[in-house]
């Protein structure tokens, strides 16, 4: 099943009248709120929010950073961010057959030197078995464009 979905600004920096949806506190997460409160805690840089929407021994796959665990990929993360805005262009939900779920977004980026990027990219979560929480993100973007002014930011 394919849930295709405008776009819509998620976060702190989506304009005042933009309502923002607030973080599940269900115990059944459906798979598309997982991934609104992910967006959410991103745009919010809230690092507690992020890593509890993973399991305990998640790993990250990063263009930039590696191969990480979600714990340590987020720190650093936040860490090199000043801001983030997510502007969610697509999800594609394969969950109800296997255990995976991609969001397709714009991704303006804020590093913590103040320099902004921005680009598309798209992020596959696989599931854990529950389905309420993400075991792995693989992150898909081309990284050209910004390699440069991260590797600068990285060295300061």
């Known amino acids: 099943m394919t849930l295709l979905i405008q776009t819509a600004v998620i976060g702190r920096f989506a304009s005042s009248d933009t309502p923002v949806a607030a973080l599940s506190t269900e115990l059944e997460m459906t798979t598309r709120q997982l991934c609104i409160d992910y967006l ?24 930039l950073y590696g191969v990480r665990t979600a714990f340590d990929f987020y720190a650093e993360l936040f860490n090199d961010t000043n801001r983030s805005e997510t502007s969610l262009l ?11 779920v991609a969001l ?5 980026w804020t590093l913590a030197d103040g320099k902004q990027v921005s680009f598309e990219c798209v992020d596959v979560f696989e599931l854990n078995s529950a389905r309420d929480r993400f075991e792995k993100l693989t992150i898909i973007y081309d990284t050209a464009p910004l390699r440069q002014d991260f590797d600068n930011l990285r060295i300061k």
């Open 40 to 63: 959410k805690a991103l745009n919010e840089g809230n690092l507690e929010d992020v890593r509890a929407l993973f399991s305990e021994d998640a790993e990250v796959v990063s263009p």
């Open 90 to 100: 697509n999800v594609f939900d394969t969950s109800e057959t296997s255990k995976s």
């Open 104 to 108: 397709h977004f714009r991704y303006l």
